[in-house]
């Protein structure tokens, strides 16, 4: 099962947008808690 | 053709595929069977070869039964595929229900048709007994149902095991996944096999290592790192141990989850298009944004709720403890780092209806998660605003509506009204339910926390689900699990055929 390079950048693209969702969550809790 | 042609014409039909999707649960059977041997477990072992040996028999005697669908190339219509659906899922559910009820963590036999239903449906609720003493063949089977049954086992089966696939996106649309990433259904498969595939490698990597780093042994960090992958890709919410996500006791592992589970809960078409190079889909996508915009609000109230009552005293703990298990019922994944007695004592009223409502939005369409789902919820919003907007403009302004979801789509009354009677048929089955558990003897807060994650197929739970609950409820729960994974339309049309064979023969 190989990969191309589309499809690295699509799944390193979707490791990131989750990524930063959760930063901004974990940030949201920060805020709301001050 | 004309014999063919008879009252049996669509049972004969039926009957084929549906001995392809029990021969093809047989195959799986083969997973657990080898672990069992690998690891010299002799009494799993035997249970596993005893189910293979049923499943085969049955499978090739309903194959036997349908051969004539072969030899006419019958066509298959809708019917027959929403029929296949529903009624492959309650044979399996009986199939493979038997290695737990000969593993004696079970009650009955019922407890172990729940459990198998649980898992198919990536719900999660649990009534085996003793996980932490599960053999590992037991919880491979446990774990691999609930990801098979995430990604569609009707379609696994049926285009892997058959060479004439023509009729085969029937099944998808029968089994709750009107996906078509494209034309042809064994590409499509193949498609949501290699995401979920890929997923499957880094996430057990990560939770492996994960595993170790918190001082698991390698074997079991990688049995555990396998199985939690497993349940968050699929939204499951089953665990190798009793105390679910508590057991790890892990900041770290709990951050791999979410990635997982969030990224289980989304459409495989935003997947598709996000490897086809379109990453932009990520943002502009109507789902994305929904699911973006309720986990914001209910994650947002559950934390100024739960802060008013001091419960969790410090930002860290009340990220972990409650906008983790707000976003495990979003994605209606159902993992839990509290017990569910704290559910009931410590979120209040408020804190479990919050949790109600994240339960039933759910996840994406056409994703391993359950629930209205986020495309139904938008597409309903959006239609309340464009009535609205059609109310308050001149009348012979003609304005066309329209959102994004993979391409542009214009948003038509029809939509809308589809959309609205499936969010309907999932608030009546969770209406009936919390009044079924309010009728024996729970309290509503906890009967309706318990329903929502029944009928989103979410898994979390307040206490409810335990071998002792009436068994009323227990079949009850079984059918809403069901319903909901199945989203309705094949589960009517399967008694809509029951009936009309019925009336047929009274009528004779």
Redesign the interface.
Known sequence: ?Q?KK??V???L???L???V??AA??L???A??M | MNTFKSKFYSIVIISYYTGFVVLGIAFLTLIPLATSLLLREWNPFFDFLITLAISTTLGLSLILIGRETRENKSFVQWKHGFVVASLSWVILMVLCAIPYALSGHVYSFLDACFDVMSGFTTTGLVLTQDLDHLSLGLNMWRHMLTFIGGQGMIVLALTFLLKETGGAYIFYVGEGKDINLVPNVKGTARIIW?IS??YLLIGTIALWINGILIGLNPLSAFFSGLFIFESAWSTGGFAPYTQNMMFYHSFSYE?IT??FF??GS?NFGL?YA????N?KE??KNIETQSF?IT??IT??LA??AL?KSGVYA??VS??RR??YNV?SAHTTTGFNNVYASQFAKEWGDFGILIMVVAMLIGGSACSTAGGFKGLRVAVVFKGVIADIKKLLSSERNVKLFRFHHIKEQILTDGLVKVSALIIICYMVTFTIGMALGAYYGYPLSNAAFEMASVTGNVGLSIGVTTPFMPVGLKVYYIIAMYLGRLEFISVFALIGFIIGGVKKLWIK
């Open positions: 099962m990969m589309n499809e950048k699509g799944l693209a979707e490791l947008a989750v990524g969702y959760i969550f974990y949201l809790t920060f709301l808690m | 290699k595939l890929i951050i979410i990635v969030i990224l989304l997947h996000a490897w086809s190079g990453k990520i943002v973006f986990t914001f994650s947002a934390v100024i802060s410090d930002a009340m990220f409650v906008v976003l």
